[in-house]
């Protein structure tokens, strides 16, 4: 069935095993994040295989399909005050930012009788979540610091998210003398720093701070490449996913439209530069379904023209096979496209 995604078991088996391999030697534990591939029970699986145990993920619908892990399931976002009931459900440890949040969550706790890990976001100047003042964390701390409920067991932060702010070796210190103060100031055992996301990678090698013990990666696993400056790490593949989508029209055309021309179906209006009589092939497969901007055509002299919602327009003129209505273009993909694939409820899962 199509459009597809296909994920290479093979290749993301490797990729598992060797980010962990590599952290586990820094003593560094790998939360692998699942967004990218919606939590997928299937992925899931083949990465719990490989022994990778932790997993984290933005939302709790995602978190609620990931059963039967060894390891532990983390709230990526800042949570919904009207979500805090599936927080306890689902996630055995979350990010937090906010003091309103933390007491509702600690309240539920005690309640429910139940144990919620907190790690306490720092914002180092991504001005994306985290606690910006130092007024603001003396607060935060010192009540939470009290806690009986929700347990704080440690510092996290996010950088090049928002701000596209790289992570230094400077600013990830700051976070361990930030732990150290708040520890000897609260009275409280902060054993996790958790230090960001596919971005604080390139920094991650021999003299890396042991203090420094947890990253949360999605980019990586999936895409092979930090999210810094966008090179390969340690050799990761960066071809564990491809979408297929089949062609449903093929014709000869005009690259310029012809006639009075308005906004497109997006409200732009486009510029076309003229080509002369092209090939073209539609295939079914659109803006609804992934990102046509961040496909390549693995199919050597295709060209993505341009999509909307259902529709994908490539241009075949100077491919050498054969192409038919019927036949499958296949696409090499980034941590966009694969995001959206995974979302939309019209792309088939394979693994293959
Ligand atoms: C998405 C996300 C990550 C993972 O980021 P990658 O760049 O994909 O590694 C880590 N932490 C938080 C809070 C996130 O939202």
């Not at 390139?202 to 042991?210: G, I, T």
């Not at 203090?211 to 949360?216: A, G, H, V, Y």
Request: charged share 25%; hydrophobic share 40%.
């Amino acid at each position: 069935m199509y459009p597809r995604i296909i994920c290479h078991k093979e290749k993301l088996r490797e990729n598992a095993i060797r980010l962990q391999t590599h952290l586990e030697k820094r003593g560094i534990t790998l939360f692998a994040v699942t967004k990218v591939f919606g939590a997928d029970p299937n992925i899931i699986r083949i990465l719990d295989d490989a022994g990778v145990h932790h997993f984290a993920d933005a939302r709790l619908l995602n978190l609620s399909h990931i059963e039967k892990i060894q390891g532990e399931r983390m709230l990526l976002r800042i949570p919904m005050l009207s979500e805090l009931e599936d927080v306890l459900r689902y996630a055995d440890l979350s990010l937090q930012s906010e003091l309103k949040t933390l007491r509702a969550l600690n309240e539920l706790c005690v309640e429910r009788g139940k144990q919620h890990k907190v790690l306490l976001m720092i914002d180092l100047g991504d001005l994306r979540e985290g606690i910006f003042s130092n007024d603001e964390l003396k607060e935060v701390a010192s009540e939470l610091a009290l806690m009986q409920g929700v347990q704080w067991v440690g510092l996290g932060t996010n950088l090049t998210c928002y701000g596209g702010v790289l992570p230094t070796r400077e600013s990830l210190e700051r976070l361990i003398q930030l732990r150290d103060f708040l520890e000897e100031d609260y009275k409280v055992d902060l054993p996790i720093i958790s230090a960001g996301n596919s971005s604080s990678l390139y920094l991650v090698d021999e003299d890396w701070p042991k203090e420094l013990n947890q990253l949360r990666v999605g980019e990586a696993l999936a895409n092979g490449t930090e999210s810094s400056f966008g090179k390969n790490f340690i050799g990761l593949h960066e071809d564990v996913f491809t979408i297929e989508a089949q062609i449903v029209e093929l014709k000869e055309k005009p690259s310029v439209p012809i006639g009075t021309r308005g906004k497109n179906a997006f409200g732009k209006e486009p510029v076309f530069e003229d080509y002369g009589i092209q090939k073209r092939a539609i295939i079914a497969l659109g803006m609804q379904d992934t990102d046509p901007e961040d496909l390549v055509p693995i199919l050597e002299g295709a060209k993505i023209l341009g999509a909307s919602s259902d529709h994908m327009i490539v241009d075949i003129t100077h491919v050498r096979d054969a192409l038919d209505v019927g036949s499958i273009l296949a696409f090499r993909t980034n941590y966009r496209s694969v995001l959206r694939a995974y979302t939309s409820a019209y792309v088939y899962r394979e693994i293959e």
